[in-house]
């Protein structure tokens, strides 16, 4: 027998916390649809896809409806694309993207991941291609999200890539100026990218993954918030040992219905579970904000001194509170810092609280990185690439995942407003300071070695 | 083996329970299940009861009567009918369906005359109207056992029709959700 307490609190966090699963994706081996022939190769595709997601999203929305728990989003990842087109020119896989976009649209999944390469120690044929062909493909399509791992705590920094990478952003942004740069926001610079990512726009199925999975992501920033507000509302001198509790109990619960949902899904449709990937994820609404959290937790806001501390907190509990609830935790697991799509974290920025250099320094305890910043328009190909690189150091250097979803907006400066609609939101352009003069470090080329797995200091 | 289920009634009290076994165990009678609820000022306790094969159904009426007098209590006892002439279960799923909005008569009667249109069988109900605008005031939780066979869709139609005429808000979730987020 249920208690009324478990029932009423339940109906809190779906009803007024926004308690829901954040993404469903399915990961998509299209390893064995490699092919020299381009035609071959997307009929392969369609056919692959369609096999496997055709019943994706009426399944999820059936198991949401069971449950009374909203599957946001149902996505796709697939295998790097630059090892499927290998052979491939650019401009072929510039096709390939456009197909794999239709396939997204014709099974009715918002995003499809994996338009990826991997080039942490060096970059093949089909990674050049891939990456040369990222602009026109982000620009052609709605749909697709690209990622290029260019650095791991294994092999280190690829510089080469990194700059490479600086150029391309520069370029996707100015193939969709008139939308501020938006394929710019379709696209992850990663360091240590996991295989099994759900959120996108990281999104792709790892070389060592099955023919597919189902892999859950689960989020709940309002959830957590409002678990700290109540609690703190009946004891306000809690100290923050006890609020770190909370929040674990909170993650908890909330990993728990991403495992409940995702294991339905995957026996619904026959395919294998994957993990839970529980981050905090903002969305551009009212009460779902990361950003929200830090003001409970006793800031004034996001950025201010103690910010890096609070993330920490927040960041590590959630980690423990999922570790406990799923043996299959996996992805990035953590809070999302999203500038633009996270209304507060987006105010935050305005009212100069948060700058470039503060998001760098919370990059080191939180879950990705530098996501969706937007930069002034006149931001060089080798400042991005510098800051790129910092990024990817945290990562490399802490054993940690990082990543970079930056916009240098067209034709906008510092303070401006971005808007780039729907979940991807709207933030103001960040200043990059201190980027005068040439930077002759970046354009070195060559790897950063791989660190040194003692002597951590 | 004999069987009874008996109820006993009245306003609640400390030793309620331990009165009405300690006269089961004299007349040698075995608890095989109970349930007891507290609903405002008043108890209820329902009892499956085994018999010794030499005490009478009236004898034992008697005696709990008499031993529940002094506590003002209401006992009913009844002989439990076999179990092999029950009807095969039908192949079901555990709801659980929540209501939440003002108080008003007909609420219990609008929403059990479609759950038991479709054949659910509730199980568990808990029911509150204490007035004012306060949802958690006025709630009613369901357990219901939904049978597989029917469409559900249909089931769950007509139940948010019903709720939204009755100006309530209504939940329809398996029970799984709430056990895999309460219970470790």
């Known amino acids: ?457 | 083996m004999r069987k009874v289920i008996l109820s006993v009634l009245g306003h609640d009290r400390p030793g309620i329970v331990a009165a009405v076994s300690r006269i089961l165990l004299e007349k040698d009678c075995n608890i095989e299940n109970v349930s007891q609820t507290i609903l405002q000022t008043q108890f209820a306790g329902i009892f499956i009861v085994s018999l010794p094969e030499d005490l009478a159904l009236g004898r034992l009426r008697t005696s709990l009567e008499d031993g529940l007098r002094s506590l003002n209590l209401h006992v009913h006892v009844k002989p439990l009918a076999s179990q092999t002439t029950t009807s095969p279960p039908v192949p079901n799923e555990p709801f659980v369906i929540t209501t939440q909005g003002p108080d008003r008569k007909g609420l219990v009667a609008g929403i059990t005359e479609i759950i038991a249109a479709y054949g659910a069988n509730i199980t568990n109900l808990q029911a509150v109207f204490k007035g004012g605008d306060d949802p958690g005031d006025n709630i009613m939780i369901y357990e219901v056992d939904i049978p597989t066979d029917i469409d559900q869709q249909c089931l769950y139609r007509d139940l948010r029709q019903r709720a939204e005429s009755l100006a309530l808000d209504i939940s329809i979730q398996h029970r799984n959700i709430f056990e895999a987020l309460n219970r470790i």
Do not use: W
């Not at chain 1, 208690?3 to 990961?27: A, C, K, N, W, Y």
């Not at chain 1, 369609?50 to 994706?56: G, M, P, S, V």
């Not at chain 1, 080469?160 to 992850?188: N, R």
């Open chain 1, 1 to 457: 027998m249920l208690t009324d307490r478990e029932i009423i609190s339940t109906l809190e966090m779906l009803q007024s916390e926004h308690l829901d699963v954040r993404t469903v994706t399915l990961g998509i081996s299209l390893l064995d649809c490699a092919s020299h022939d381009l035609s071959k190769l997307k009929n392969k595709i369609r056919t692959r896809i369609t096999h496997f997601a055709e019943k994706l999203v009426p399944v999820c929305d059936q198991i949401g409806q069971k449950y009374g728990i909203p599957v946001v989003n149902k996505r796709i990842a697939v295998s790097p694309v630059a090892v499927v087109g290998a052979a491939l020119t650019s401009s072929q896989l510039v096709d390939v993207a456009q197909t794999l976009n239709a396939v997204a649209e014709m099974v009715n999944v918002d995003f499809i991941g994996g338009f990826s390469a991997l080039v942490e120690k060096g970059m093949a044929r089909g990674d050049r291609a891939l990456i040369e062909a990222i602009p026109h493909a982000l620009t052609a399509t709605e749909r697709l999200c690209a990622s290029v791992n260019v650095a791991s705590t294994r092999a280190g920094i690829n510089m080469d890539a990194v700059l490479l990478m600086g150029k391309t952003i520069k370029k996707a942004a100015e193939m969709t100026a008139a939308q501020d740069g938006i394929a710019c926001a379709k696209l992850c610079v990663f360091a240590n990218i996991p295989e099994d990512i759900p959120f996108m726009a990281g999104a792709y199925l790892g070389i060592g993954e099955a023919d597919a999975v189902i892999n859950v992501g689960v989020s709940g920033p309002g959830v957590v918030k409002k678990a700290i507000d109540r609690a703190l509302e009946s004891n306000p001198d809690l100290d923050l040992g006890q609020i770190s509790e909370l929040i674990k109990k909170t993650a908890y619960k909330v990993t728990r219905i991403g495992e409940l949902i995702g294991r339905e899904v995957a026996d619904s449709l026959k395919i294998r579970f994957g993990v839970v990937d529980l981050s905090l994820a903002p969305t551009p609404n009212v009460g779902d904000s990361v950003g929200e959290i830090f003001q409970s937790l006793g800031l004034l806001s996001i950025g201010v001194p103690g910010t890096t501390a609070a993330l920490a907190l927040l960041n590590d509990a959630v980690k423990k509170g999922g570790a406990f609830a799923s043996s299959r935790v996996g992805g990035l697991s953590g809070a999302f810092i999203p500038v633009s799509e996270d209304l507060n974290i987006s105010e935050a920025a305005r009212q100069g609280h948060l700058c470039l250099e503060k998001l760098e320094a919370i990059t080191s305890v939180c879950s990705v990185g530098l996501d969706m910043v937007a930069l002034p328009g006149e931001t060089s190909a080798e400042t991005i690439a510098g800051i790129i690189a910092d990024e990817m150091a945290i990562g490399v250097i802490n054993h940690k995942t990082t990543a970079t979803r930056l916009i240098p907006v067209p034709g906008k400066k510092a303070g401006e407003s971005a808007h780039f609609g729907g979940l991807l939101g709207q933030s103001t352009i960040v200043a990059v300071n201190n980027a005068t003069g040439s930077n002759r470090f970046i354009t070195h080329g060559g790897i950063i070695p791989a660190p040194i797995h003692s002597l951590t200091n």
